[in-house]
C-alpha cells in the first residue's frame, strides 16, 4: 500500500494518547528532579519522536543529548555486546541524567547503557521508556518512567521501525499481515 497508515490492523496508542501519557510522564519526572540539573539523553534512532514531544512537554530547563548504539553482529541482540556510535557530546559526571527510549524489548540496550552511563560518574541515572514488553525481557532492567507495558508483538509506528519503515507514523499499532510476506 502507499499509504502507509494503511498498513496497520490494529492501532494500539493513537497520537492523542500518547502525547497523553508523555505529559504525565513528564510531570512526574519534573516533580522527581524539582531544583535539580537534569538532562535528557534520547538513544538515536528509534526515541527521536518521544524525545521530541516529551521534551516540549516539560515546563521547567532541562538539555538533551543523544547516543546511538549498536549491536555487535548481524541484527540480532543476543550477545548482549553493545557498541557506541555516537557517543554524548556532554560530560555526565556529577548530574541527574533520564535515559529516554521508545520501547524495551529483551533489556539489553539499556540494560548495557544505564550500566556504562553509570560508570561515568553521574548524580543518577534513570530509565523512561514508552513502551515496555514485559514477556520479552532477557536481562533486569530499572525502569522509573513506563508509559505502557504491551504484549510480545511486534508493533511500529512513533519511532519503531519495520524494515526501516514506519517510523514516521503518529499512532502506534500492529501490522497487517500482508506487509510481511
Ligand atoms: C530498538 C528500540 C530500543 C531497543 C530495544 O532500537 O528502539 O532502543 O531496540 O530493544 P532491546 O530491549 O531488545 O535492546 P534498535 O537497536 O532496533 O535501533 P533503532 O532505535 O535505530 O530502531
Ligand atoms: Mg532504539
Redesign the pocket.
Known amino acids: 500500500a502507499s499509504h502507509v497508515e494503511s498498513d496497520l490492523v490494529n492501532v494500539l496508542y493513537t497520537e492523542e494518547q500518547i502525547q497523553a501519557r508523555l505529559a504525565e510522564l513528564a510531570r512526574d519526572i519534573e516533580r522527581d528532579y524539582e531544583g535539580e540539573d537534569l538532562l535528557i539523553v534520547g538513544?538515536?534512532?528509534?526515541?527521536v519522536m518521544v524525545m521530541a514531544d516529551l521534551a516540549r512537554s516539560f515546563t521547567r530547563h532541562l538539555e538533551m543529548d543523544w547516543m546511538?548504539?549498536?549491536?555487535y553482529g548481524s541484527g540480532t541482540?543476543s550477545s548482549g555486546v553493545v557498541r557506541i556510535l555516537k557517543d554524548l557530546d556532554t560530560d555526565i559526571s556529577g548530574r541527574h541524567v533520564v535515559i529516554v527510549?521508545?520501547?524495551?524489548?529483551?533489556?539489553?540496550?539499556?540494560s548495557w547503557l544505564t550500566s556504562n552511563l553509570a560508570s561515568r560518574g553521574p548524580a543518577s541515572v534513570a530509565i523512561c521508556t514508552l513502551l515496555r514488553k514485559p514477556e520479552?525481557l532477557?536481562m533486569p532492567?530499572d525502569v522509573k518512567y513506563v508509559g505502557w507495558d504491551i504484549p510480545n508483538e511486534f508493533v511500529v509506528g512513533y519511532?519503531?521501525?519495520f524494515d526501516e519503515k514506519y517510523?514516521n507514523l503518529r499512532d502506534i499499532g500492529t501490522l497487517a499481515p500482508h506487509v510481511y510476506s
Open positions: 538513544i538515536l534512532r528509534g526515541a546511538a548504539v549498536s549491536s541482540k527510549d521508545e520501547i524495551i524489548d529483551t533489556g539489553l540496550t539499556l520479552a532477557q532492567v519511532g519503531l521501525d517510523r
